[in-house]
């Protein structure tokens, strides 16, 4: 399933909940899905929510319509709806979904922002470094060859660099555009993706905050599925096609043809080396009391809030750690410039 087709999470909340109201009322799904569809800002979903109305008039139920528009819909969702819509509970199954996505958001949000603040300032310090470079390093150029004097080692190896990269300036941006351009277009290639998945699911600083949010989204998954009474050789079947990373969707789906090979599932989960020593525990303990759903919940709020902490020190400690860079950075390309022009003026003087 093409990923890029399904329904956007902020539209899977709106459209959960408010399916979820109707099916708590006593107005009809067709009727239901009309006032959503008429509330609806979103184009794309009334196209989807108007092809689940032709299908309810033919005779469908819900869950019939929902999986015949499988493209749009996620895996987890259609096997949930339909559970719940044999159960009686789909409207809390709806609710269920709608919270699950909610959560992941906050999530994603969160590890955007911490990785987003550092990139600004980080950006912000070249600039301020590029600035030296082609305009204010020239100047001093000028006054130090007014003034004439040797130059010593450093300030002469920092005016020749200054030089090279302002005459050279646009080669070097055409080099470094094509540099990303061909690693884009390396990585995208289908041969090539689970590299760049993995590649990123092992980075430094990146890597372990990649792997604590997919460890969350994968117990708060699992968890919904078991809830809603689906087998846990079914979920972890459909809990692979939840994840964009391809890396992390092929290991879970190898774990989870090993589980069906009659390996136990604790076993399966710690083989993938994706996920925390906290939640692999829990699962050995859950495995042998019962209550799977129960210890994923809890392992998931232990993940989150670890996740959580880390994200905070992140900020904490790389916005300093940049200013104490920059600063180094500037005041020994100022120093190096500075230095000769004092020693000359003393020694006009």
């Given at each position: 399933m ?10 899977m ?23 959503i ?9 009334k ?32 096997a ?16 269920q ?7 992941e958001?906050d ?33 001093f150029?000028e ?9 010593p080692?450093?300030t002469r ?36 993706r689970q ?16 792997s ?9 998954n ?9 087998s ?9 096609s ?12 190898a774990?989870?043809?090993s ?5 136990p599932i ?23 009391t ?34 104490v ?5 500037v ?15 003393n020694?006009?003087?």
């Amino acid at each position: 399933m093409d990923q890029k087709t399904t329904i956007a999470k902020e539209n899977m909340i709106i459209f959960a909940r408010q399916l979820a109201l109707v099916i708590d009322s006593d107005i009809s799904t067709y009727r239901g899905l009309d006032i959503i569809c008429e509330k609806s800002d979103d184009q794309s979903l009334k196209a989807i929510i108007e092809k689940l109305q032709n299908e309810i008039a033919q005779g469908a139920s819900l869950s019939d319509a929902i999986n015949g528009q499988g493209e749009y819909f996620p895996k987890v969702v259609r096997a949930m709806i339909e559970i719940g819509e044999e159960s009686g509970e789909l409207a809390n199954v709806l609710n269920q979904i709608a919270e699950n996505y909610e959560r992941e958001l906050d999530t994603a949000a969160k590890i955007r922002s911490a990785i987003t603040y550092p990139t600004i300032l980080a950006v912000l310090m070249l600039g301020v470094i590029f600035v030296l470079i082609l305009k204010v390093l020239p100047m001093f150029n000028e006054i130090l060859d007014e003034l004439g004097g040797e130059m010593p080692p450093m300030t002469r190896f920092v005016m020749n660099t200054s030089q090279a990269i302002s005459y050279n300036i646009l080669p070097i941006i055409a080099v470094i555009c094509a540099l990303i351009l061909a690693i884009v277009l390396y990585f995208r290639a289908s041969g090539n993706r689970q590299r760049f998945d993995k590649l990123i699911f092992n980075m430094p600083v990146v890597g372990p905050l990649i792997s604590a949010a997919t460890a969350v989204k994968f117990a708060r998954n699992l968890a919904l599925l078991i809830k809603s009474d689906i087998s846990i050789h079914r979920s972890m079947h459909l809990i692979a096609s939840i994840f964009d990373n391809l890396y992390v969707k092929r290991k879970i789906a190898a774990a989870a043809q090993s589980i069906d090979g009659d390996t136990p599932i604790e076993a399966a989960i710690e083989k993938l080396n994706l996920f925390p020593w906290v939640l692999i525990k829990l699962f050995s303990v859950a495995t042998e009391t019962g209550h799977m759903d129960d210890m994923l919940d809890k392992a998931a709020v232990t993940m989150e809030k670890e996740l959580n902490y880390r994200l905070e020190r992140l900020t904490t400690v790389i916005e300093p750690l940049l200013i104490v860079i920059l600063s180094i950075i500037v005041g020994a390309i100022l120093i190096s410039v500075i230095l000769p022009i004092i020693d000359i003026m003393n020694a006009i003087g």
